[in-house]
């Protein structure tokens, strides 16, 4: 009975591993295609890697994963161009200037005003 190219290449490339030769010296050798002994060790290699049984992987007890695990809260904030037109600009007589951008805390822009005031 005939051989398969398969049954061949399985053979090349078993022997090529029992040799522990470089691909390129090996082919060179024994006179055939180093990029098609490649190719083939690796197509019998993912081939292998399919049929061979998954292993498990060991998880943890849900318990164990509520112990050790927290959830910290996201804020998604959009974010926008503010254009121009938008802003406010307070400018004091000292040349002191204070740009206030939408959505800016009235509480913090008037204890700054506040502050600013004394000063004078």
Do not use: C, Y
Request: aromatic residues 8%.
């Amino acid at each position: 009975m005939e051989r398969t190219a398969r049954e061949v290449w399985a053979e090349r490339v078993a022997k090529l591993t029992e040799s522990g030769l470089p691909v390129r010296e090996f082919a060179l050798q024994f006179g055939i295609n180093h990029r098609s002994l490649s190719w083939w060790k690796w197509q019998l290699a993912s081939k292998a890697a399919e049929t061979a049984p998954k292993r498990r992987r060991r998880t943890q007890a849900p318990s164990a994963i509520a112990k050790t695990t927290t959830i910290s809260p996201l804020t998604f904030v959009e974010m926008t161009a503010a254009s121009e037109t938008d802003r406010l600009e307070v400018v004091f007589s000292s040349s002191v200037r204070i740009r206030v951008r939408p959505g800016f805390d009235a509480t913090t822009l008037g204890r700054l005003l506040d502050v600013l005031e004394a000063r004078r």
